[in-house]
């Protein structure tokens, strides 16, 4: 009845057991040993809890204005796993040695932040700088304040976020989105979608009803089709010619710090040239989107698995998923209805491809990796097969894929 905002439940069952001896009268979480049945799965990675937000605003707080601020109910998940079990040491935050108050926190269960894994803050955690389309780090104090100077001025930015990249530009500026598109070989007035500070901004931008607003706030925070607003400032480049817009709404604390009042709303597109994966990591950013950025807002911790943004619209009265990635996988679809075995593993197509596998009566879909026709995407596929099947513990037996023999699946 009082989920955490993070759990589902997917079975229950009711057990009668006998009377337990009178001396075990405490409860604890213990550490993993790594032995026995993977049988948990890893949470999709979450919109910043309303809870966080209020410390990342608030100047007594020691978290005030940390970009990386997180707890128990929100924050990365999927993204920054390296294995199973999820404890610290086995995400990428296992570089980053919490500080005592961090620790207290930790291992505190009346904390909200208990064994919140990618629990940190300014003193110990993962830090924010900006520098040059090569690289070169700029030495400004305040990095997102530069980084909000520049794209109201017009500029092309290249930011790191949860699951990967974003270029991003003023969602207003004509000649910057034109000259975004140019770069980034996005012809033939492909939308760019839009990320918008809070929903009242995203209202003035679209006509939303209640279902469209409420999957605008979800937790998965994915882009969401609606039917644009005419005068409704953005350029006219932005979406030539369709009668809708992609909208989202800020789902890390960094966006929500670049996009508070008076940024406009921001162009936020894949961090990719056309066709190909998104960029994830500093060093590919550096040399595959220096290129399409005038600077760049990295960070220090690594993403494991690159999650591009979830698209989805609302059909009759249902959310449609056009693209399943961040906020959404890994989490499992129920198929009591249809069901089906463990171990199997469906290849997806060649175009807007995606893995399936399956685990018990779960079907477990893997994010959305776009073109099989890139060479970067054909490695992606073989990094998810072998990462899925490592942290779901299934033993692949059955393979399915498309029976065209020039199909990279096949």
């Known amino acids: 009845k009082k989920l955490p905002p993070m759990a589902r439940i997917t079975t229950f069952e009711v057990t009668e057991i006998a009377n337990l001896d009178d001396t075990l009268r405490s409860f604890e979480i213990v550490h993993s040993d790594g032995s026995g049945e993977l049988r948990v799965a890893i949470t999709p990675d979450a919109h910043v809890c309303d809870d966080c937000l209020r410390e990342l605003f608030d100047p007594s707080d020691r978290r005030f204005r940390y970009p990386f601020i997180n707890c128990t109910n929100c924050g990365p998940r999927f993204t920054i796993v390296e294995k199973v079990p999820y404890d610290r040491p ?28 990618p629990v940190a803050c300014p003193v110990c955690g993962p830090k924010v700088w900006l520098c040059t389309p090569e690289g070169k780090t700029l ?39 034109e000259t975004l598109r140019e770069r980034k070989k996005r012809l033939g007035g492909k939308p760019f979608a839009v990320m918008a500070r809070e929903l009242e901004v995203a209202r003035t931008l679209a006509e939303l009803d209640e279902r469209e607003a409420e999957l605008l706030e979800s937790l998965a925070r994915p882009i969401v089709l609606a039917d ?13 010619g369709l009668g809708s817009v992609g909208l989202m ?7 929500h710090l670049l996009l508070e ?33 005038d600077l760049m807002v990295l960070h220090d911790r690594e993403i494991r698995s690159a999650c591009d943004d979830s698209v989805t619209l609302i059909v009759d009265g249902l959310r449609q998923t056009v693209r399943r990635s961040r906020g959404y996988v890994p ?19 060649e175009m807007k491809s995606a893995l399936c596998l399956t685990r018990d009566a779960q079907w477990v879909m893997g994010r959305h990796l776009g073109e099989l026709t890139n060479r970067k995407t054909r490695e992606s596929l073989r990094w998810d097969i072998e990462h899925l099947s490592d942290i779901l513990g299934v033993e692949l037996i059955h393979l399915c894929h498309d029976r065209h023999p020039d199909y990279f699946s096949t």
């Open 261 to 293: 009042e008076p940024m406009p709303p921001l162009v936020m597109t894949s961090g990719n040239s056309s066709k190909e994966p998104i960029v994830s990591s500093n060093d590919d950013a550096i040399r595959r989107l220096g290129p399409l950025c």
């Open 331 to 349: 989490r499992p679809l129920n198929a009591r209805e249809f069901p089906v075995r463990a171990g199997f593993l469906g290849m997806g197509g």
């Open 228 to 240: 644009a607003k005419a005068e409704n400032g953005l350029a006219p480049s932005l979406a030539a």
């Open 90 to 117: 086995n995400t990428t935050m296992a570089a980053f040695e919490l500080c005592p108050d961090c620790r207290a926190e930790y291992e505190d269960p009346l904390d909200r932040r208990f064994h919140a894994q």
């Open 139 to 177: 030495d400004h104090g305040d990095a997102i304040e530069e980084a909000r100077r520049a794209l109201r001025a017009g500029k092309i930015l290249a930011i790191k976020g949860i699951g990967g990249f974003h270029l991003a530009v003023d969602a207003t500026n004509q000649e910057a989105i």
């Open 249 to 255: 709404l800020p789902y890390s604390p960094l966006h």
